[in-house]
């Protein structure tokens, strides 16, 4: 286990453009994301913050800036890459295997890490057990941490809403990742629902260590839980800080409120 | 020297030396079940008892254990009895300020805990009481960062080095405990007034848990599944006292949430749980049935008229025509086994309910499909253990034999007196209360009413403070007649009056989700509850549940003349926020008395109709008034049948 302290520089964007078509999505954006933090991505809808993302892990790549991450320089990104370099993420909207149970949604997050080959797991060798095993349990100490034991068998098309996004984030973390990407972890949960898991998020975040990176609208929740938040508006940043200072923040606060015309 | 087998302890190290590899405990961890046998939790139990000692943990002292059913709060009960001091299990769900008058009372240092959450509570609490200044915790998750409190590991630790450093020490301290040391200090859930420390010695549970033993034929090779709040004496009777006595193994679910799943898993020989607890076991196979395939359907409501017909007699071993026998073996076949078996009860020889009364459906439908779902009665302070059902003898509206080494007689005003090895030793620093229930001649005074029947099973009629007199002299026993109304799922609540009257008379408040759907069947228009509650329908439907229960009552002997002859429905639900019903949903009779005395007076002046406004407090704080012209009816009673007409 990581002590969690504020390390140096895991990730650092510098100077990121996108845009589809005409339309620009993001405009000239750099910051960084440090080690062990939990850093949150704010803004009003269309800010460009799921794009933001999206370029973290190369789901889409930038027509300009770089990407520098665990000091390697890069223009873009790949999906695969990015997963393998151990950043795991979830969706805004929920993807998983609605018709597979938690369990089997969870193990998919093992993937990486299963190096049998697909004769030996059919055929259910030595080695292929032990790792099967192996991840299995990995899995049951995600479902422990998350506290989602009495679903694991379930279908996730039945789940509520709060609980599937719950195994999402346990698939995500099945990946031991070092660096946790959460698209809108909590939009459309309860009160209870959205403690739970900023609770969860923390929790995570202390006990292995895992960096952050995450987007929320309730400003609450991201006022609480993260070390440092940027601001997105229009693709542009408009602020970036630690959070008391961002809610100082002028322009933040024009973004968010209105400007008095 | 014959091994002495007379408190917790020393029955620990019987089993550890007499089965060493038989499973103890066990505990879904990780998806797998985990078990410890006898030797093991031994050693464990061991270590901690030093650890607690090593940290000045000494003999007369009090150890708090708070959270869900874990194996090691379960050990800690056995460490703190080890080196002669008393566990004091507390509600796990309850808030710190709650724990702070407990905490206080019971003097508690030392406190063994489950998790953050209830670390977190006792650290609030901590300001609130002063001596409170140990804590361990079982669940390290959520706790690196915390100060002052220590892991349970890290305890068994300290305790390892401990008993290396002083050998023989640990066996001096088991072999210093004696049977009339106090073993366990319960809190009665304090309904009436402050919390009480119950104080039992080794003896008492002991002999609860022999005598149960020997009246169910409990062994070795039983299995129960540990889930009921630990500071509940029904648990600590089952899960604690049996489980030392018998040397069964106990099964920790891995979660609140999981006890479905971990009961079908494990199939657990011997089961209790509260009558609510089987209520919804049922209305979940109820649901799941409703979805199944018309085949499946068809089965199930043949099959199960067939079980109700004669399930419950075949279960009695009673005689039941060859045919009926063959058509429930054909059912047991294809429906009651595979339906035990989902409920996770194909193992059951002997189940108990307890603690409420239990509606009929619910329990002719469990015995009729080959469940021994049978009643107990017990408390607190007698160590749930008073009277038990025999296999042969089980009825609805009874609790049982007195159990063996339980006397068990009625004195005055039809108060059930009991007396016998189980009783408590005090109320802890409550003189006043241990001498007020306890009198001279040893008698315990429960506090209900009730009576012996002709089978010579104890009948619970009531709190002994409810119960009344009509104004012929005949008993009247509110809680009674309302728990039989609230049976019917339409009736929600019932408070009755006729202490002093010449006649029984009835409140009612319908249940709006059942009413409602059957309101909506029937294509009865209604805007809320007030309008739905004063429909003539309504009046009917509510009526035939009275005349049901009166007919019932008629053949009850002196309780036929607590029929109730008027009635109406109330036009708001009695609420909580409005102070008429207690936090736990009983109702507070004196208050509603008072606030409705108009409408007391219309039911007893022979009036049809009521004019009455309320006040009612919303959840938000504010107020709103209630108006509304109640109707009230007369239901039909009966002439009083004799005992042994109902009987046959």
């Known amino acids: ?261 | 020297m014959e091994e002495l087998q007379d408190t917790f302890p020393r029955l620990l190290e019987h089993h550890a030396k007499v089965r060493p590899n038989h499973p103890a405990t066990r505990e879904k961890d990780l998806g797998i079940w985990q078990a410890w046998t006898w030797r093991q939790v031994a050693d464990e139990v061991r270590a901690l008892a030093c650890g607690l000692a090593a940290q000045g943990f000494a003999r007369g002292m009090h150890l708090a254990i708070i959270g869900d059913n874990r194996p090691r709060l379960y050990w800690s009960m056995l460490a703190a009895q080890a080196v002669g001091g008393v566990a004091v299990p507390m509600y796990q769900d309850a808030p710190a300020t709650d724990f702070v008058y407990v905490l206080n009372d019971a003097e508690i240092a030392y406190a063994i805990v489950e998790d953050q959450e209830q670390v977190d509570k006792m650290l609030e609490a901590k300001a609130s009481v002063p001596s409170l200044v140990h804590i361990y915790f079982d669940d390290p998750r959520g706790l690196r960062n915390y100060e002052g409190v220590a892991s349970f590991d890290r305890l068994q630790e300290i305790g390892r080095e401990f008993d290396r450093a002083n050998p023989g020490w640990y066996e001096a301290q088991v072999a210093q405990a004696r049977p009339d040391d106090v073993s366990v200090m319960l809190y009665t859930s304090g309904t009436t007034g402050r919390p009480k420390g119950v104080r039992q010695t080794h003896a008492a549970f002991i002999a609860a848990a022999q005598g149960g033993c020997e009246f169910d034929h409990l062994t070795a090779d039983d299995s129960i599944l540990s889930y009921l709040p630990m500071a509940w004496v029904g648990d600590h009777l089952f899960s604690m006292a049996q489980w030392m006595v018998a040397g069964f193994t106990i099964n920790c679910p891995e979660s609140g949430d999981t006890v479905m799943t971990d009961l079908r898993e494990i199939g657990p020989t011997y089961y209790f749980a509260p009558p609510r607890v089987f209520e919804n076991l049922l209305t979940q196979v109820m649901i799941r049935m409703d979805d199944a395939s018309a085949i499946k359907r068809f089965l199930f409501r043949h099959f199960m008229a067939v079980a109700r017909k004669c399930g419950a007699e075949i279960l009695a071993g009673k005689d039941v025509p060859l045919g009926q026998r063959i058509n429930y073996a054909l059912g047991n076949a294809l429906i009651y086994a595979p339906l035990r078996n989902v409920l996770g009860m194909s193992r059951v020889r002997v189940a108990y309910t307890a603690g409420a009364a239990i509606g009929p459906d619910l329990f002719r439908f469990y015995r009729s499909i080959g469940v021994n779902l049978k009643q107990l009665y017990g408390s607190t302070e007698t160590c749930a253990y008073v009277c038990l059902q025999p296999d042969a003898d089980v009825k609805l509206d009874a609790v049982g034999v007195p159990a063996p080494r339980v006397e068990a007689k009625i004195g005055a005003g039809g108060e059930v007196l009991v007396r016998g090895p189980m009783l408590l030793k005090e109320y802890y620093k409550r003189p006043d209360a241990t001498a007020e229930s306890i009198d001279a001649e040893g008698w315990f005074h429960t506090g209900d009413a009730g009576f012996f029947d002709a089978g010579g099973q104890l009948k619970i009629i009531d709190r002994a403070k409810d119960v009344g007199k009509l104004w012929n002299g005949a008993m009247f026993a509110p809680n009674y007649i309302e728990n039989k109304l609230k049976f019917s799922p339409h009736v929600r609540e019932a408070v009755t009056f006729g202490d002093g009257r010449d006649r029984v008379c009835a409140f009612i408040n319908i249940d709006i989700g059942s009413v409602g759907n059957w309101a909506e069947r029937r294509g009865i228009a209604y805007s809320g509850y007030t309008d739905l509650a004063q429909k003539p329908e309504v009046y009917g439907l509510i009526r035939e549940c009275i005349e049901k229960v009166n007919a019932e009552l008629a053949g009850e002997g002196e309780l036929a003349n607590s029929q109730v002859h008027r009635f109406l429905v109330l036009h708001k639900e009695l609420d909580p926020d409005d102070d008429e019903l207690t936090r736990t949903r009983k109702v507070r009779r004196g208050f509603v008395a008072e606030k409705y005395h108009v409408l007391i007076d219309a039911l007893y002046g022979g009036l049809d109709k009521q004019h009455i406004e309320t006040l009612v407090r919303l959840e938000d704080g504010r107020t709103n008034m209630v108006a509304a012209d109640l109707v009230i009816a007369e239901a039909k009673t009966f002439a009083p049948a004799h005992e042994h007409a109902k009987a046959a």
């Open chain 1, 1 to 261: 286990m990581t002590e969690r302290q504020i390390g140096d520089v895991l990730l650092s964007l510098d100077n990121i453009s996108l845009s589809f078509g005409g339309v620009k999505a993001l405009t000239d954006i750099s910051f960084d994301v440090r080690e062990h933090e939990v850093r949150a991505i704010i803004g009003p809808n269309g800010a460009g913050k799921s794009s933001m993302l999206n370029v973290i892990n190369g789901v889409y790549r930038p027509q300009q800036g770089t990407i520098t991450y665990r000091g390697e320089v890069r223009h873009d990104m790949d999906t695969y890459k990015a997963a393998a370099s151990g950043i795991a993420r979830t969706f805004q909207n929920i993807a998983l295997f609605r018709g597979m149970s938690v369990l089997d949604n969870i193990m998919t997050g093992r993937n990486l890490k299963m190096k049998a080959g697909f004769l030996s797991q059919a055929i259910w060798l030595g080695p292929a057990k032990r790792e099967e095993m192996e991840n299995r349990r990995k899995v049951e100490e995600v479902i422990d941490f998350l506290e989602i034991q009495h679903i694991r068998k379930t279908p996730v098309g039945r789940l509520p809403y709060g609980l599937q996004k719950r195994v999402e984030l346990a698939r995500a973390l099945a990946a031991e990742p070092s660096m946790l990407l959460l698209d809108e972890p909590m939009a459309g949960m309860n009160v209870e629902e959205k403690q739970d898991m900023c609770r969860f998020v923390l929790d995570v975040n202390e006990q292995y260590g895992t960096t952050i990176v995450l987007i929320e609208h309730d400003m609450g929740v991201v006022m609480d839980i993260s070390d440092r938040v940027v601001v997105l508006d229009y693709g542009k940043k408009i602020g970036d800080g630690r959070p008391d200072e961002v809610r100082a923040n002028k322009a933040v606060i024009d973004a968010y409120l209105g400007v008095a015309h």
